[in-house]
């Protein structure tokens, strides 16, 4: 038998074809060999790593710069480490910059919360925080962002129903804002999130708009009542010690003139006691000398002085006579 030839075998191939498909493998190896080389290398930035995977599986943490990766086997995702993050809560931020702007629609459901004194208050609030374990974020949480956004409801929720309306919408804002941190942080480490809460800002709170101009009203009268008040203690801190002052400086003049008289009169009852004495030793002498010290006395208070006998008929010729240089006789004598 005859062998059968294969017709290919005797045909030969032009040196042009041959060239050309020469060049083609080497541009197809040109090609295969540039998306191996592109696809093994990546770029991290410095606010960020890169988490490798091969197969779906954790190997390693690329750190920022230039690293390589086994092309196809293994897959990298970026995880900003070092970037601060947001979440908002009742509105959400449409555009940034110099005026940003900001939309409250279709996101009340998140801020309306009821309080502790059963008042519904309209709460708007920001949780910042960074990713401070990349591994606990990619791979210990199916969805962290979703996550952390159902507990920061939650806690948000929780304080603000242990506290009045007043105390969230005035002199409390510091305090829920901080014990919502702290629960926050608490639950991120019990479920291994891997995030770090940095701060909660309470942006606005209102109460809702049904009833917001009667709970402005409320307010303004509230205010006023402690403006009143505020100025009573005023008034009151003004008056009430300078009359308690006023007071104590009439008690201790009383009881200065109090001493005063007593010590007086008790000198007058010495005094009188003294001459007393005086006179029951001798009456005549003690009479005569209380008699010139009594005329002594009154002439220095009279204008004019007429000098008369005993009988009103003569009338001594000294009529503007002063104290100093006159002679005054006994009227015993006279």
Known sequence: MSEIKNPLEEFEIPPQIKALLGNIKII?????????????IYTVDPEEVGVVQRFGEYTRTAEPGLNFKAPF???VRIVPVERQLKQEFGYRTVS???????????????SLMLTGDLNLGDVEWVVQYRISDPYNYLFKVRNPEKTLRDMSEAAMRQ?????TVNEVLTIGRASVAARVQEILQELNVDYETGVRIEQVVLQDINPPDPVKRSFNAVNEAQQQRETLINEARSDYNRVIPRARGEALQTIQQAEGYSTNRINTAMGEVAAFNELHREYLLAPQVTKQRIYYETIQDLLPKIGNKIIMDQDGGNVFPLLQMQMDGVKISNPDNQ
């Open 73 to 75: 086997i293994e897959k």
């Open 159 to 163: 304080v603000v129903g242990n506290r």
């Open 28 to 40: 197809v190896f040109g090609v295969v060999a540039a998306v191996l080389l592109f696809s093994s």
């Open 96 to 110: 940034s910059g110099v005026q940003s702007q900001y939309q409250k629609r279709g996101y009340e459901d998140e």
